[in-house]
């Protein structure tokens, strides 16, 4: 598609399960980021993928969080158990290649919200 | 700890002023800076960057300034319009790596007609 696109656009969830978050990106972005906003903070860094490999996931808060991608192509940040704290727009990018010379695509975001 | 930091949380100006939206960093390491804007229910959009080696890069109305020394950046929208109105972030890294960039909180503008 023309830019990156995320699904679903809003979710809310009762605490305790678990959700799936996808991102599709530009084709031919060979580097994929994931980033969150919590309300009235910056975006936060979760992870980055080069083709399907995660070479940064630092920025993963807990071990609740997981990512993978495939195809180099999407990509599904998957958390688990999730608690209110999780509650943030969760934010896809994608670039031409890794570094940040490259500009980043985003996505529109998907709204989580735990109740 | 914040490496990134936008103390502002909002702005107002005037339609036709000059809006002045200020960032400040404390890694020494970041040598690469972004401005993006975003509006409601959108993505962030890339605005302008620039890199250490320069100290100004203009591109149409924006201007983005740079004091390392300060470890200080601005971007400069001149004149202002309505439509300049979104949450513009800051973001840095060091330059040339896969890391990713880290965002300041956002800065509010809103320009009135």
């Known amino acids: 598609g023309a830019g990156v696109s995320q699904s679903p656009s809003n979710k809310v969830t009762e605490k305790g399960k678990d959700v799936e978050l996808r991102c599709d990106p530009i084709?031919?972005?060979?580097?994929l980021y994931w980033y969150r906003q919590r309300l009235g903070q910056g975006l936060e860094f979760l992870i980055y993928?080069?083709?399907?490999?995660?070479?940064?996931k630092s920025g993963l808060p807990s071990d609740r969080f997981s990512a993978e991608r495939t195809g180099e192509s999407v990509s599904t940040l998957t958390i688990q158990r999730t608690q209110q704290e999780d509650s943030a727009v969760y934010l896809c990018a994608s670039s031409l290649g890794a570094g940040t010379n490259y500009g980043y695509t985003f996505g529109s975001g998907t709204r989580l919200t735990v109740v | 700890d914040q490496q990134v930091k936008q103390n502002s949380p909002s702005l107002s100006v005037q339609e036709g002023r000059i809006s002045i939206l200020n960032c400040d960093y404390t890694n020494s390491m970041f040598d690469y800076f972004l401005w993006y804007k975003k509006y409601p229910a959108e993505g962030p959009t890339f605005l302008i960057s620039?890199?250490?080696?320069?100290d100004k890069n203009e591109d149409g109305r924006f201007t983005v300034f740079l004091n390392k020394s300060a470890k200080h950046l601005s971007l400069h929208i001149v004149p202002s319009q309505p439509g300049d109105s979104a949450v513009y972030f800051c973001?840095?890294?060091?330059?040339?790596?896969?890391?990713?960039?880290?965002f300041g909180s956002g800065t509010q503008l809103t320009v009135l007609p």
């Open positions: 620039i890199s250490s080696i320069k």
């Open positions: 993928f080069q083709g399907n490999s995660a070479p940064d």
């Open positions: 084709s031919g972005h060979t580097a």
């Open positions: 973001a840095a890294s060091p330059s040339g790596s896969a890391r990713q960039l880290t």
